[in-house]
Structures are given as structure tokens and as C-alpha cells.
Nanobody
Framework: QVQLVESGGGLVQAGGSLRLSCAASGRTFSTYAMGWFRQVPGKEREFVATISRSGGITYYAESVKGRFTISRDNARSMVYLQMNSLKPEDTAVYYC?????????????????WGQGTQVTVSS
């Protein structure tokens, strides 16, 4: 079992930046991959980024590539999402998630453990 708690969301103007954080507890953090997803009301949850257990392998959705950076600090059991050059279409609730295994996927239904989400609103 693992518990995930996101923070760092807020309101920002287009072109601005935010850094989301996700604190994990319960299982040895360095043994599993992590992911970030987002969801807009009325739409399906969508993949944003994943990171391997060591942090050496990252993968991004095309819509955020070059603007967002996922990272992790295994000593602190934290995963981060640095979001730059934000656009109004990035507005969503952002969730961190894990499958508690080594391999990450981009499919939300593959993930069993989710945080409560943090709202990101980008104004134009």
C-alpha cells in the first residue's frame, strides 16, 4: 500500500510556471515508477509524464514535451512536475499515481494508487 498527496497547484497566467509536488508514504519509494496525469471535468483522465524508479528514464505526452519536467527525490519520497510556459489548455486537476511496480505505462486504468489531486488553472 502507498499513500500519495499532491500539492503546489494554483492559479497562474499563461506563460507562467508552477511546480507540483507529490509525497509518497507506505512502501519503499525507490522500488517503483511514478506518473503524473490530469483531468478536466467531463473528460477522461490523461497521461502527462512518467519517471522510472531511479529517475533516469522519463516519458512525456506530446502536449507537454519541452515544457514540463518530471523528477523525483528518492531520499525524500517525493516526485515533482515542473511546469513552464503554461497554457490555458493545461488547466486541469493534476494527479500523481503509481502501480507499485518497476514498469510505468501511460494508461490511467493501469494505476491502482492515486493522490487526491491538485487544481491547476491557467488564465489567458
Amino acid at each position: 500500500q502507498v499513500q500519495l498527496v499532491e500539492s503546489g497547484g494554483g492559479l497562474v497566467q499563461a506563460g507562467g510556471s508552477l511546480r507540483l509536488s507529490c509525497a509518497a508514504s507506505g512502501r519503499t519509494f525507490s522500488t517503483y515508477a511514478m506518473g503524473w496525469f490530469r483531468q478536466v471535468p467531463g473528460k477522461e483522465r490523461e497521461f502527462v509524464a512518467t519517471i522510472s524508479r531511479s529517475g533516469g528514464i522519463t516519458y512525456y505526452a506530446e502536449s507537454v514535451k519541452g515544457r514540463f519536467t518530471i523528477s523525483r527525490d528518492n531520499a525524500r519520497s517525493m516526485v515533482y512536475l515542473q511546469m513552464n510556459s503554461l497554457k490555458p489548455e493545461d488547466t486541469a486537476v493534476y494527479y500523481c499515481a503509481t502501480r507499485l511496480v518497476v514498469a510505468a505505462t501511460t494508461t490511467p486504468s493501469d494505476y491502482a494508487y492515486w493522490g487526491q489531486g491538485t487544481q491547476v488553472t491557467v488564465s489567458s
